[in-house]
């Protein structure tokens, strides 16, 4: 069975969809279970804020190696401002979250300097989680993309008219831009997560 052939039976996809594919299951929580399913024992998780994803990542697959990487920084963005005292609040609930995975390896950096340790086509998926407005999101896209292996997954959180709709205006461009044929949303979230079988 390939990776897409998995993904459509995992998530129900029925033939005549329009893309994004989306089928009549899927969620988040499934979307790890798939990770576990296909053994991929590698993967890379941007943005993780208080660790709640990545627990269930590392649950999901104990082989599991996961790179959890977010600079736990403060910020501004989309109307939303975040200061160092909070962000460390998070990133001290993530630590103790994780910590009891050997699995998890804490990376406290930004995205791009991340990006720099983990080897082209070397992980099994990546899931994307991190800054929501357009331009983040696509240079995350484009510099982690070639880190996962093909047939693995590029994936990521937040295709939803939120945030000022940097997610998916993102995500639409580079599919387009890179003529992605077959990509998936989960339909049963909120928040719906995006991804795509790296060719």
């Not at 959180?157 to 945030?163: G, I, K, L, S």
């Amino acid at each position: 069975m390939t990776t897409d052939q998995a993904i459509w039976a995992k998530f129900h996809i029925k033939r005549g969809d329009i893309l994004p594919y989306t089928g009549w299951a899927g969620s988040r929580n499934q979307l790890a279970e798939l990770f576990g399913e296909l053994n991929f024992n590698v993967g890379a998780e941007i943005g993780v804020y208080e660790g709640e994803f990545s627990e269930v990542l590392l649950t999901s697959n104990s082989r599991l190696q996961l790179s959890c990487i977010d600079s736990w920084a403060s910020y501004h963005h989309a109307g939303h401002t975040t200061q160092d005292a909070e962000q460390e609040a998070h990133y001290q609930i993530a630590a103790k979250r994780l910590a009891k995975y050997p699995g998890a390896k804490i990376l406290r950096m930004p995205s791009l300097e991340a990006v720099k340790q983990i080897t082209d086509n070397s992980l099994d998926f990546v899931y994307i989680d991190a800054l929501h407005e357009f331009d983040p999101v696509i240079v995350d896209i484009i510099h982690w993309a070639p880190k996962v292996r093909p047939g693995g997954i590029v994936s990521g959180h937040d295709y939803c008219h939120a945030y000022l709709h940097g997610v998916v205006h993102a995500v639409d461009t580079y599919v387009r831009g890179h003529n992605i044929l077959s990509w998936y949303l989960t339909i049963k979230d909120r928040w719906p997560s995006w991804l795509w079988v790296k060719q």
